[in-house]
């Protein structure tokens, strides 16, 4: 975890949550997704067993509640019809009760599948929710009188528009072209997004050493080495638009300003004791992509 006191100005890192293992060892947690609901923070984290190089074995999707972001009670891994499930995405359904997005990486072949909760605990999946292409990090949010959707397509974040949550529409890519400022200068990858008004924050990270004749992990270092970013996104005439080379200065609401915004579903970055606190994940070492 990293936490700031000035809005998302300046972050420090404060480490790696404890608590979270049940299993002996030392085991790969990342991808987290928490949402605020009924006096506790529910996290449902992406999980494998040790520390692997490559992308193969059964992962699946872990619950956990809190009361303060930092204690943590686990409840168990999610039956979502795969042992290869990763990256949730938790958003409330307008009628009442819960959709999740996820990764199938097994039965459906990175693509997006569903599953529905009336209590954040009990999940039935429903299938196939978005299958244009292969992608992965599904993230959902409301802006401008639209649902949209982000997925990384490894091409840049391919953007999908929906009215119900139920039919998504693809709508082109944002983060697929070259930005200017400092380490991004190549494609952005697994967004998450923090929205406050009009705006739409997007963040993401890239791999800057990644560029031509060196586009993917060769295993050295400065092909692994990631940068987290910020761009902002807006709508325009029914189309979310990204400017990544805007320059973008944070003012992130803190959890009790949050909550009186979006009562269920607090921005990504939350507060704990007057600071904001970002989520960030630990994925093994290699990508494989």
Not at 141 to 168: A, K, N, P
Not at 255 to 275: F, I, K, T, Y
Request: hydrophobic share 35%; charged share 25%.
């Amino acid at each position: 975890m990293a936490a700031s006191a000035d809005g998302g100005r300046t972050w420090n890192y404060r480490g790696a949550l404890t608590g979270l293992e049940t299993d002996w060892g030392r085991n790969t947690f990342w991808a987290p997704e928490i949402i605020w609901h009924d006096g506790l923070y529910h996290m449902y984290v992406s999980y494998i067993q040790g520390i692997r190089d490559d992308w193969n074995g059964a992962a699946s999707i872990r619950h956990y509640t809190s009361p303060d972001l930092i204690d943590w009670a686990h409840h168990g891994a999610l039956d979502l019809g795969s042992d290869r499930v990763i990256d949730a995405c938790v958003f409330p359904l307008p009628d009442g009760g819960w959709r999740m997005w996820f990764k199938d990486d097994g039965s459906h072949g990175s693509l997006t599948c569903a599953a529905d909760s009336p209590d954040l605990y009990h999940w039935r999946p429903t299938g196939l929710a978005v299958g244009h292409r292969p992608h992965e990090g599904p993230n959902v949010f409301e802006l401008g009188g639209h649902y949209w959707m982000l997925v990384d397509e490894w091409r840049g974040q391919g953007v999908l528009r929906s009215d119900d949550l139920t039919t998504w529409e693809h709508q082109g890519l944002i983060l697929d072209k070259p930005g200017s400022r400092p380490d991004d200068e190549t494609i952005g990858l697994h967004a998450d997004v923090v929205v406050q008004g009009e705006t739409a924050y997007v963040f993401y990270f890239t791999h800057p050493g990644r560029v031509a004749p060196v586009t993917d992990d060769d295993g050295t270092y400065p092909t692994r080495r990631s940068s987290l970013q910020v761009a902002a996104a807006r709508v325009v005439d029914g189309a979310l638009c990204c400017d990544r080379d805007e320059p973008v200065r944070l003012d992130l609401l803190g959890v009790g300003d949050a909550l009186d915004v979006v009562p269920e579903r607090p921005p990504g970055s939350v507060a704990v004791a007057g600071s904001t606190v970002m989520r960030m994940s630990c994925e093994p070492g290699v990508r494989g992509r």
